[in-house]
């Protein structure tokens, strides 16, 4: 009710301001009004017309507000903590019981693979370390004849070059096996076995399962995706001409698309590199971890800017009008130019002000009042379409 009763003063006030002016100007200069460059966005008042509505001008003030940035971002999760599962050997896969959703703990069998090329390293094993221990008491005599003459020294060269030959081949086999997660002193005690365990390389939430039972997996194809979310941090996508207000150590305040609870971070690392968006990423960490929050989750923050000196002016000296904000600007005569303008961060009854092209005007600012200036414009526009 307020608010109506608010629209039909201000209307009736421009309907006296209107009338007003009509009564004060000649009938000829009603018939013949003075032609001026953008007459459109220029409002002309009588000096009875300025008191009746209190009309006051000042400057612009040079003064210190604090804000936010508005952005969008999402959750995301370091690379190291995303961990795509795979294998360097291919193989069929025999057993898993992993579902999207599911928690596993770092070093969990989490699957088995079986393949006969499993069987045959492993005998390869085997082989080459009794070749080892055969060759071990060979080099040993042949070291010893050879210092003692007996044997030549090309017979002792070629001991010791097979003897080394097969400590290589059995240090490659045994690296193989340790890479198929295999135990190898159970190995030595001669226990082959036909499957090989997959382990969870991280503790986390299985987020893809990419591969089913019976399938032949490929080397370093990838079976499953496991993310560790309890390092969640927030990746915001922030506008170039906001970069200059950031800094690290600033606040954040952000809220996730599935939710309406209000949760903070710290700026940790802002970007170097403006992509073709003309934006940069701005990593945040989490002031309260969540393990229950996703990867890739969006969410809308507010970066709190802290105080810095703008040029300012008070509320009720800016006015909408089709979407778009403006000024009055005194041009002597009681004459008011309209000017647009955009405006920044508010903060106390005051709110930051840019002019086209970022200069300031010498002239006075109409700072009460200007909702009157323009209730009075928008009557002159709607009499001249009547016309």
Known sequence: MIMKLKGISIIILAAALSACGNKKKPAAENSQPKEAPHAENIVELTPEQSKLIRLETGKFLNRELSGAIKVSGRLDVPPQQMISV?????????????LEGL?????????????????????DYLETKAQLGFQNEEFERQKSLSEENVTSRKTYQKTAADHRTLQVRLEALRQKLLLMNLNIPQLEKGIIVSAIPVLAPISGYVTKVNANIGKFVNPNESMFEIVDTEHLHAELTVFEKDIPRLKIGRKVRFVLS????????TVHLIGREIDANRTIRVHCHLDNEDKEMLPGTYLKAWVETGATKVNALPDAAIVMDAGKQYIFVA?????????????????????????PGGEMPEADIVITGAGDLQAKMNNTEEEGHGH
């Open 258 to 265: 599935n939710e309406t609870k209000e949760r903070t971070a």
């Open 103 to 123: 928690w596993v703990k770092k070093g969990q069998v989490i699957a088995q693979m079986e393949h006969p090329d499993y069987i045959q390293l492993q005998q």
């Open 86 to 98: 795979s294998m360097p050997f291919g193989g069929i896969l025999r057993n898993t019981s992993l």
């Open 331 to 355: 041009e002597g005569n009681h004459h008011f130019r309209r000017v647009p303008v955009t405006t920044g961060v508010s903060e106390g009854g005051y709110t930051e002000v840019s002019l």
